[in-house]
């Protein structure tokens, strides 16, 4: 989850930046959050790694005009664009973040990684590559599309969702939820993405993680079978949730034309 959020963040205020609603240090902090560093990698014009706020000027210069969040699973690619080399990195990670821009500019997203800083926190990595041009979302759907997407999805799984009681009886697991309630009111988000995509990100990331956490506690499931069961029953809804997570960091960028630029 800590891997979304933060790809989330870069998404939502780098696109803030990149249509002129807010500043490059408002965008620069709010990405960076409670981390030690992030630096961006082959940042065009740019030969070193360099801190969000000038990537974020660059990638302007560069002609982005918004960012998209992918969140690729194992056998599900959407939204991503390729070469290959790139999906498979991506699927790898669990997060993208691709740029969307005019149709004469070469296409970019970025991929992270982390690594932990002793007394510090983390340190992330962001590097920047050129990618096949798609017309953006690339088969994910939009924020209305979306929400009913989300609805539907929990409507066809009240069973399964009512067997997800992966806090009975475990403390562990219990804290672990109220971390996770924690860590989501953290969450800062600029103020022009919509009010529906702020609380779409809100309620599918808690679901999300929620389902992560089943699928590593097994839940109520007694036996291997149930297990596979539930988990193969709930695909669907884990589907419909990481793209409701895309849909609502990514919102602002359904629009059209930007506003005027800071």
Do not use: K
Request: with cysteine; aromatic share 2%; glycine share 10%.
């Amino acid at each position: 989850m800590l891997q979304t959020r933060r790809a989330g963040a870069l998404t939502s205020w780098g696109t803030a930046y990149l249509q002129g609603a807010v500043s490059l240090d408002d965008a620069d902090t709010a990405t960076v959050g409670s981390d030690s560093v992030h630096r961006v990698a082959g940042v065009p014009g740019e030969a070193d790694p360099v801190p969000v706020a000038i990537a974020l000027g660059r990638l302007r210069a560069h002609g982005l005009t918004a960012l998209r969040l992918v969140l690729p699973e194992p056998g599900d690619p959407t939204g991503l664009p390729g070469p290959p080399s790139f999906t498979a990195a991506a699927v790898a990670a669990g997060t993208a973040v691709v740029g969307v821009g005019p149709a004469d500019v070469p296409a970019l997203a970025l991929l992270a990684t982390t690594a932990r800083v002793p007394g510090a926190g983390d340190a992330v990595r962001w590097d920047v590559v050129e990618v096949d041009r798609v017309r953006a979302p690339a088969g994910l759907p939009t924020l209305s599309e979306a929400e009913r997407g989300l609805a539907e999805a929990m409507a066809h799984s009240t069973a399964e969702l009512a067997a997800l009681d992966v806090a009975r009886g475990r403390e562990d697991v219990a804290g672990r939820l109220r971390s996770l309630d924690r860590a989501l009111r953290d969450v800062e988000l600029p103020s022009t993405l919509p009010a529906r995509a702020q609380r779409l990100v809100a309620t599918a990331s808690r679901l999300l993680g929620v389902l992560d956490l089943a699928a590593e506690t097994d839940g109520g499931a007694v036996t291997a079978s149930e297990a596979v069961r539930r988990s193969t029953a709930l695909r669907p809804l884990r589907t419909a949730t990481r793209y409701a997570v895309c849909a609502a960091y990514s919102a602002a960028a359904e629009g059209g034309a930007p506003p005027g630029r800071r």
